[in-house]
């Protein structure tokens, strides 16, 4: 079984600083992808990694997936409160379904 | 993109009823997916729906339990049977086109 460890479980900062959040996992992925989800929302895709080693931007979003495809960050500079919600990182693996993590919940206070 | 749709948005119901969760696509779609999210948890999927043909069930999740009927390609429904507090949760519909697309989710309380 595949399973994918996010830290930290849950997150609240002060609006400004930067956080990073990790995704970890013993297995190898052929991608990782990253979700956000706001309250009453579904999850809605922000990124998706491939190669390892990849290093993805948006806005002030950056998205790493590991050398060894088994570990991605998603690091947030200058957070806003807008930012605030559960961030989801889901690996797949061939033809297989998505392994979800169970999220990082951040709150970002004004 | 595709833009999912769910019913109801959110319910209480009592031990032993029975809820059924309808999903809508605005588009044809083969494959639906219907996935729990449960406090704390990550999501993890129920079934797979397609149309014309049973759906394909995940390990720990069997049809008596969580019935499926896929019609069409842009509709789908799942029924939570004979609830308990453990099935307190919230349920996506998915589907796969560009990428994965989810539905804003039911979230159900069982008393």
């Known amino acids: 079984t595949q399973l994918l460890e996010q830290s930290p479980q849950f997150l609240s900062i002060q609006e400004g600083e930067n956080l990073t959040v990790y995704c970890n996992s013993s297995s190898v992925f052929s991608s990782l992808q990253w979700y956000r989800q706001e309250p009453g929302e579904g999850p809605v895709l922000l990124v998706t990694?491939?190669?390892?080693?990849e290093v993805k931007k948006l806005k002030r979003l950056t998205f790493q997936f590991g050398d060894a495809r088994k570990d991605s960050s998603l690091h947030i500079t200058a957070a806003q409160p807008g930012d605030t919600g559960l961030y989801l990182c889901a690996g797949a693996s061939g033809y297989s379904t998505l392994t979800f993590g169970k999220g990082t919940m951040l709150l970002v206070s004004p | 993109s595709a833009v999912i749709s769910q019913k109801p948005s959110r319910d209480i119901c009592q031990r032993g009823t029975s809820l059924t969760i309808q999903c809508q696509v605005d588009s044809q779609v083969t494959m639906m997916f219907w996935y729990r999210q449960q406090p704390g948890q990550s999501l993890t999927l129920i079934a797979t729906?397609?149309?014309?043909?049973?759906?394909?069930?995940e390990s720990g999740f069997v049809i008596d339990k969580f019935p499926i009927s896929r019609p069409n390609l842009t509709f789908s429904t799942l029924t939570v049977s004979n609830m308990s507090p453990e099935d307190s949760s919230i349920y996506l519909c998915?589907?796969?086109?560009?990428?994965?697309?989810f539905g804003p989710g039911t979230r159900l309380l069982v008393l």
């Open positions: 729906a397609n149309q014309g043909s049973e759906a394909t069930y």
């Open positions: 998915s589907v796969v086109g560009e990428t994965q697309y």
């Open positions: 990694v491939v190669t390892g080693g």
